[in-house]
């Protein structure tokens, strides 16, 4: 058969079971993430039936459902509640480092790795899916609970540190000098300030630019910027959902709402795209050997995420259950640390599987418990206790 054929076989068939699998989702009560990932992995290199024809098509559109989530993410806030969560988040944010990447770094020196290497999985360990996060968010109906703030502010500080970040392990990877290396994270970061100049002080001129009482220019228009801004971004070694994150914040009003009302559509058919990829590009056939170092780096940085988003809700004055929901929001590993596998997968054999078996086990983790600080039972476990009255003495 020619090859557009059996593509469109392939993504036929798998969308087809896709929409099987969301229903048994919903029924049972779960997040349809982990069945995605599951049916990724079966349909994989290395699974039952790999599809091998329509991988590229997967690929495109896994980065186009997580520019859209994030996108359709920061239409919900404005510019001045990004500053102000920003400003609150500071110390939250270099907890939020200190917590994950250390102990990530930690366990790349004890398997042997080496420095570079081990700079990598500090990085894997660090940043959380924005993707799986906004997903997660939007499912359980938490996008205007009073936690959620926090948890945004953590995760665009992870995604700017990665304008650091990345080019910097892009240099220790390739070995470039110490110049060469300054000059790619200046440059990153000039971008990164620039998108948000841009976001912050022109916002209300970039709205300008589409009417919101016509749906199809509309659509076209902002779907165009998005992904124009996300391209640029991560052509500079910028995080495309950080370019993407800031068109969202920059519009506004009506155009906002609307843009919301259209886009919704491509971002839930594209973000599904996502998480399949991720189990079509994971070679499930290499995964055992490394199934048990993986799972105990995701019980030990799951449980520093949770205490993260803790103590940041903490600070912010949230309620128990919140703070529980901060933390657990905060879990899933995905799109980045995938990214950060890739670019330094030559400094350790094990590097890239570890990694795959990292992010499937935090995101299915991650969304399992997810549902857990909504429960009756938990929301007695952790409800406080009356203080007692002061016995009065004569």
């Known amino acids: 058969m020619h090859d557009t054929t059996v593509i469109l076989i392939e993504v036929g068939a798998l969308l087809l079971g896709m929409s099987l699998l969301g229903r048994l989702a919903a029924r049972i009560g779960l997040s349809p993430i982990p069945l995605y990932l599951i049916a990724g992995l079966a349909f994989g290199t290395g699974g039952v039936i790999p599809l091998d024809a329509s991988a590229s098509f997967f690929e495109i559109g896994s980065q186009i459902g997580v520019i859209l989530l994030l996108a359709l993410l920061g239409l919900e806030y404005s510019a001045d509640q990004l500053l102000s969560g920003l400003r609150r988040s500071r110390i939250a944010g270099l907890l939020d480092g200190l917590l994950n990447a250390l102990p990530g770094a930690a366990f790349g020196l004890i398997l042997g790795w080496g420095p570079v290497a081990a700079v990598a999985v500090a990085g894997i360990c660090w940043v959380t899916s924005s993707g799986v996060a906004a997903k997660l968010l939007r499912d359980l109906g938490r996008i205007g609970n009073r936690e959620t703030p926090v948890i945004l502010s953590i995760l665009v500080i992870e995604d700017l540190a990665m304008a650091f970040y990345l080019p910097t392990l892009s240099a220790l990877v390739i070995g470039v000098s110490i110049a060469q290396g300054a000059i790619r994270v200046a440059i990153a970061v000039g971008v990164v300030v620039l998108i948000l100049f841009v976001a912050l002080r022109f916002g209300h001129i970039v709205s300008r630019l589409f009417t919101p009482d016509h749906a199809e220019p509309l659509l076209l228009g902002v779907l165009g ?65 490394v199934l048990l170092p993986g799972a105990i780096l995701a019980i030990v940085t799951m449980a520093t995420k949770i205490l993260t988003g803790y103590l940041a809700a903490k600070r912010a004055g949230i309620g128990i259950p919140g703070r529980w929901r901060a933390g657990i929001a905060l879990t899933p590993r995905g799109e980045f640390s995938i990214v950060i596998a890739g670019l330094a997968a030559g400094t350790a054999p094990a590097l890239a599987p570890l990694a795959a078996v990292y992010v499937f086990l935090t995101i299915i983790g991650g969304t399992v418990l997810a549902r857990v600080p909504d429960a009756g039972w938990f929301k007695r476990l952790t409800k406080p206790k009356p203080r007692r009255a002061a016995v009065a003495t004569g």
């Open 225 to 289: 910027l998005t992904m124009l801004v996300a391209g640029l971004a991560e052509e500079v070694s910028v995080s495309s959902a950080v370019g993407a994150f800031l068109v969202g914040i920059a519009l506004s009003g009506r155009v906002a709402h609307t843009a919301q009302e259209v886009l919704t559509p491509l971002r839930d058919l594209f973000a599904a795209f996502f998480f399949v990829f991720f189990g079509l590009a994971t070679d499930a056939s290499k995964l055992p050997s």
